[in-house]
Every structure is written in C-alpha cells, then in structure tokens.
C-alpha cells in the first residue's frame, strides 16, 4: 500500500461527524464548503461573491481537509473545516450593538477544526481530542460511552493513555451513538468547533458524515437528534495533495501572513488582496498557548506532551510527518 493511501484510510476510519447549526437568517452561509468553492483554489478571495449569489436553500458540496502524522505510539489527525463567512449578520447593522458586531466578529474566510489523538497500542482508539474554537483550543479526554454496557467502559479504560494535564480538560469526548465516531459541534455564523454542546446554541441543524458512512436516516438515531436535521456526506481531501493546500501555502493568491504572524486565506479589500483572520492549520494557534504557531499540526507529538504528562509514553519519534517532510522508511 502506497503511504499517502495508508494514512487516507486512517482519515476515513476516524473521520468525526460534524453537527453544525444552521441560523435561519441566513443557512446557506453556515454550510461547510470546499475552499475551491468559486473555482481554482487561486480564486479563493471570489467565494464570498459566489456565497452571496447562491440561494439560501441552495446545498454546497462539503469538504473536510486532513492530515495525519505517526509516531510510534500514536496517530495525530488534524480535521479542518473551511467556511466562506465568519459572520454576524447577513443584513446591514442599524444598531450601535450589531455595528461593533459587525466589526469585531466577521470576517472573510473561517477554518476551524479539530487534533484526534489516537494511542496506537492496544486498540487504537481516540484517547485525546482538541478542538479550535476561534482563538482557543479546547481539550477533551475519556470517550463519553454511549451505552451502559459495563464491558464497553471497561474497554474503554484499558485502552486510556492520558494520566495528568497541564491544561484544563474541558470534558469528555462525545461519540456518536449510531456510528461510534467521534462528534463534533460547530456554532451556526462563528464556527467555533466544540467536543461537546457547550455554547453550540440553538435553531437548525446539519449532520456530516464522512465518505464512508451511511447516511440514509443517520441523524434520526441519535438522542440528541431533532425533526429539523438534515444529514450531509462530506469529502476528504488530504492538505498535501498534489496542488491542495499545503502546495499553495507560498502562494500569494492564496495566503498571505497577516498582522499576527500567521498565514490568512486572502481577501480583496479595495481592490488589493490581504491576508485574512482564517488560518490553515499551520497557523492555528491558542491565542494565550505558549506553543509556537502552528504545533498542534506540524508537531503535535511535542504539542500534547505540553498539554499532557504521563501520557504514556508518547513518542516524538516520526514515522511519518508530512509538514515535517518524514516518510516512512522502506
């Protein structure tokens, strides 16, 4: 098997169901979307353009960008979720309230996501999840069962590696109860991403479900399910693919650094294209984490040894890292 296929069908088997809130102000806008979504990835700062001439019943094709990194003791599996808007409100403000919201919580392009880390030996189960939800990362442990079978907890247990944090677990991992996968929680117009329902809100709801996974009457079987969900399949596209996302991360048409440091989907601003709030992963980053930018992609071994003590072990020897350019040996 060829590497790139190996770790792709790792992506498949873990790939989180994302249950994203839908406002009714404006639906089509809190739909996940390719980042090629008004053509070549070059034309990346015209999706906002195309957003705006869509139908708010209109459904845009979902894509979900991965990457994987091995050590010899874990899979580290960063999901990101690309949107067109961080938005507030789709109409002008006539307020003072919706005019500060209007400039301190939108922006051109949004991506958030998620790290799964998964504990290789002996079953190779998800042990540690982190979430990006804005400016903050959110930690999350022990996979909430959804069952009372004891022999399943058990299971469960046996198979948890994290011991002590240095950061504030912020809860357990929720799995969900038709497919066993790990679920995610997106905010409706901020995208925030949440393990759990903590400030997810109210109104309308679309559940992703990966490429594999059977879709027909998915939602119906979850407890936390309501009449108005609609069930989405998702794309997975790996960032190193040929011409992805790590392939244009020089590119200016795609990318440029912005006032923090960190690289930023374009936007066209009176005619000149800037770097935006909406970071790839390897620019994300906890705006109070002492990590260097970008770690809890392109290392995050050595990212969650920060996060975690007594993990263990947690080996920061690579089989194979991508941003690191480690492939595995033959």
């Given at each position: 098997?060829?590497?790139?296929?190996?770790?792709?069908?790792l992506?498949?088997k873990?790939?989180?169901?994302?249950?994203?809130k839908?406002?009714?102000?404006?639906?089509?806008a809190?739909?996940?979307?390719?980042?090629?979504?008004?053509?070549?990835?070059?034309?990346?700062?015209?999706?906002p353009?195309?957003?705006?001439?869509?139908?708010?019943?209109?459904?845009?094709?979902?894509?979900v960008?991965?990457?994987v990194?091995?050590?010899?003791t874990?899979?580290?599996?960063?999901?990101?979720?690309?949107h067109?808007?961080?938005?507030w409100?789709?109409?002008?403000?006539k307020d003072?309230?919706?005019?500060?919201?209007?400039?301190?919580d939108?922006?051109?392009?949004?991506m958030?996501?998620?790290?799964?880390?998964?504990?290789?030996d002996p079953?190779?189960?998800?042990?540690g999840?982190?979430?990006?939800?804005?400016?903050?990362?959110?930690?999350?442990?022990e996979?909430?069962?959804?069952?009372?079978?004891?022999?399943?907890?058990?299971?469960?247990?046996?198979?948890?590696?994290?011991?002590?944090?240095?950061?504030?677990?912020?809860?357990?991992i929720?799995l969900d109860?038709a497919t066993?996968?790990?679920?995610?929680?997106?905010?409706?117009?901020g995208?925030?991403?949440?393990?759990?329902?903590k400030?997810?809100?109210?109104?309308?709801?679309?559940?992703y479900?990966?490429?594999?996974?059977?879709t027909?009457?998915a939602?119906?079987?979850?407890?936390?399910?309501?009449?108005?969900?609609?069930?989405?399949?998702?794309?997975?596209?790996?960032?190193?693919?040929d011409?992805?996302?790590?392939?244009?991360?020089f590119?200016?048409?795609?990318?440029?650094?912005n006032?923090?440091g960190?690289w930023?989907?374009v936007?066209?601003?009176?005619?000149?294209?800037?770097?935006?709030?909406?970071?790839?992963?390897?620019?994300?980053?906890?705006?109070?984490?002492?990590?260097?930018?970008?770690?809890?992609?392109?290392?995050?071994?050595?990212?969650?040894?920060?996060?975690?003590?007594?993990?263990?072990?947690?080996?920061?020897?690579?089989?194979?890292?991508?941003?690191?350019?480690?492939?595995?040996?033959?």
């Open positions: 098997m060829k590497t790139q296929d190996k770790y792709h069908q992506a498949i873990y790939a989180p169901i994302f249950a994203q839908v406002s009714r102000e404006w639906r089509v809190d739909q996940i979307a390719p980042v090629d979504f008004a053509g070549p990835i070059t034309d990346v700062a015209k999706n353009e195309k957003l705006h001439g869509l139908d708010d019943k209109a459904v845009i094709p979902a894509k960008y991965y990457s990194c091995e050590t010899t874990h899979y580290f599996l960063i999901y990101a979720v690309y067109v808007l961080d938005w409100k789709r109409y002008e403000a003072l309230y919706n005019s500060v919201r209007d400039m301190l939108e922006h051109i392009h949004d958030e996501g998620a790290l799964l880390v998964v504990t290789k079953k190779a189960r998800v042990d999840l982190v979430t990006i939800s804005h400016l903050n990362f959110y930690l999350y442990t996979p909430r069962i959804p069952t009372n079978v004891g022999e399943a907890r058990r299971a469960f247990r046996e198979s948890l590696r994290i011991v002590k944090f240095n950061e504030t677990v912020d809860g357990n929720w109860q066993k996968r790990v679920k995610l929680y997106i905010q409706s117009r995208h925030g991403i949440r393990g759990d329902h400030g997810w809100g109210g109104g309308e709801e679309i559940w479900y990966g490429p594999e996974e059977e027909a009457g939602g119906t079987l979850d407890p936390q399910a309501k009449k108005h969900t609609r069930t989405v399949k998702y794309q997975l596209e790996d960032i190193f693919a011409k992805g996302l790590w392939g244009h991360r590119d200016n048409k795609v990318f440029r650094q006032k923090n960190q930023g989907f936007y066209r601003e009176k005619n000149k294209l800037r770097g935006g709030a909406a970071n790839p992963p390897w620019s994300w980053n906890d705006h109070n984490d002492p990590s260097p930018i970008g770690e809890v992609a392109s290392d995050p071994a050595r990212f969650i040894t920060r996060y975690a003590q007594g993990w263990g072990p947690v080996s920061t020897h690579y089989i194979y890292n991508p941003y690191q350019l480690i492939e595995p040996s033959s």
